[in-house]
């Protein structure tokens, strides 16, 4: 989930590769709210997981959001 | 008479002939046009249009920045930072900075972009950048977000008078003292296949199979323009400021005139009524008469209606003989980037003292009687206008005069 995660910041949202870790925060990467919303058109049309823009903007660091992928994909019928 | 008085100090221009003033300045000089193929109008009506080539917005912007931009903002903030590049913006009043530019339509690839997402995906899948990248404002916008410029911040958009206008609007400003510095121009990136098809429909492009001679202003053989893209951006004080800054003036704005035909949604008014007043406006803020204009950059766009209106104008009213050209034969129609282009042209053409040529002018229309350069000519200029007309029937027509 984290490689997902890092592919959607760097081919969609351009954020660069290096600054990309577990730790990091939105404000590290400069994410906004708009980048939230297109995060999660992504997630959810190309990976099936349908995370909100306001439950990923809620999440702190980079690592938060991978572990919520992860729970939301556990959540799957 | 007002006495208008605005210096030109800095200049950014990206067009079909390069990136930069001097890529499209040497283009123009060289007289040779920039019209190609297009292979994104395959299966069009008209498939030929002047590109801005080698264009890295991700080299140029970087791709954080750029993937949340239109191109028509990539084209400006390029063009505003070649504007600014040779100032200290440490030393400006922000609050006294101003910008304004000129634009027909804003973002429309990104519009059109999203609309066919709209169409195939539904609203879900509408990109929420989508209002932030074509709504025709944010182009202004982006600039003073980039530069931390906090004074007037407007878009204003008159067709392809645009860029001209914004120049006026921007003189207007500094001589109102509202600001100290304002950054002028104009934009457009249209080349997207509604747009095109849109003009094609219209009847107003170019069918000839050539590029290379489909835009030939006031050439008897004109059959419409050939559609471009690009941005051009001014730094424009008051020229007493400059002066007392001991900053390089590279020309001044002397006069701007501004009126409407009133006449028709496209067609200009045969009589050309309200370009005559929009020349005698700029000339009465120039304090000038019509036997002291040197030279004349023409709309130009190789249209039949233009053409012949605005030739006619500019005989009639100009009986002096300034040499006229169109670098609309080198660079295309520029659309909304054309009058701020062109202001750009014209300030080098002023500050160099050479008329470049019009590229394609094989043969004068008869009907005209214009003295009209066909190649690179040298001559001491005092006093140039810039005509920029627009659909609608909206007119704007600057005076540019030595520094």
């Given at each position: ?77 | ?164 206008t914004a120049i006026g609007v921007a003189c207007d400003l500094l001589a109102a003292r509202r600001c ?68 390089r003036v590279r020309a001044r704005v002397v006069g701007y005139g501004a009126t409407a035909d009133a ?130 029937g909206q007119n704007a027509v600057l005076a540019i005069a030595k520094a």
């Amino acid at each position: 989930m984290y490689e997902t995660l890092k592919k959607i910041l760097v081919d969609t949202l351009k954020v660069a590769p290096e600054q990309i870790t577990p730790d990091a925060t939105k404000d590290d990467l400069d994410l906004d709210s708009l980048a939230f919303v297109e995060l999660s058109m992504v997630l959810g049309k190309e990976h099936d997981l349908h995370i909100s823009d306001d439950e990923l903007f809620d999440m702190e660091t980079v690592g938060d959001i991978v572990a919520l992928m992860r729970e939301r994909a556990g959540d799957r019928p | 008479m007002t006495g208008l008085d605005i210096a030109v100090t800095g200049l950014g221009l990206v067009t079909p002939g390069g990136v930069g003033v001097e890529a499209g300045w040497a283009a123009v000089r060289a007289g040779r046009s920039t019209a190609a193929r297009d292979p994104l109008l395959a299966g069009h009506e008209v498939t030929i249009s002047c590109r801005v080539p080698d264009f890295d917005a991700d080299a140029l912007l970087g791709a954080r920045r750029a993937v949340r931009l239109d191109r028509f903002t990539r084209l400006a903030l390029v063009a505003a930072r070649e504007a600014v590049a040779g100032e200290d913006l440490r030393t400006w009043d922000s609050a006294r900075v101003g910008v304004v530019i000129g634009t027909s339509a804003g973002g429309g690839e990104t519009f059109e972009r999203q609309h066919g997402v709209l169409l195939a995906d539904g609203p879900t899948g509408v990109s929420p950048l989508v209002l932030p990248m074509h709504l025709p404002n944010m182009v202004a916008g982006q600039v003073a977000i980039e530069f931390g410029f906090r004074g007037p911040n407007l878009v204003v958009s008159t067709a392809c008078a645009s860029g001209a206008t914004a120049i006026g609007v921007a003189c207007d400003l500094l001589a109102a003292r509202r600001c100290d510095v304002v950054l002028a121009g104009g934009v457009d990136a249209l080349l997207n296949p509604l747009t095109m098809a849109g003009f094609a429909r219209m009847g107003a492009l170019s069918r000839r199979d050539d590029p290379a001679t489909a835009s030939r202003p006031f050439d008897v053989d004109r059959d419409g323009f050939v559609a471009g893209e690009g941005a051009a951006v001014l730094v424009l004080r008051r020229a007493e400021d400059a002066r007392a800054d001991g900053r390089r003036v590279r020309a001044r704005v002397v006069g701007y005139g501004a009126t409407a035909d009133a006449h028709h949604i496209t067609n200009p008014d045969p009589e050309g009524r309200a370009v005559v007043a929009a020349t005698r406006a700029a000339l009465a803020d120039a304090g000038a008469s019509a036997s002291d204009v040197d030279h004349v950059n023409a709309h130009g766009t190789s249209t039949q209606l233009n053409d012949l209106v605005e030739g006619r104008v500019l005989a009639e009213l100009l009986p002096s003989g300034p040499l006229v050209t169109s670098t609309k034969g080198v660079t295309g129609h520029l659309l909304g980037a054309a009058g701020a282009a062109e202001a750009v042209f014209t300030v080098l053409a002023v500050e160099q003292g050479v008329v470049p040529p019009t590229a394609n002018l094989t043969t004068l229309d008869p009907r005209l009687d214009l003295d009209v350069a066909t190649a690179v000519v040298p001559r001491g200029i005092d006093l140039a206008l810039s005509n920029s007309f627009g659909f609608g029937g909206q007119n704007a027509v600057l005076a540019i005069a030595k520094a």
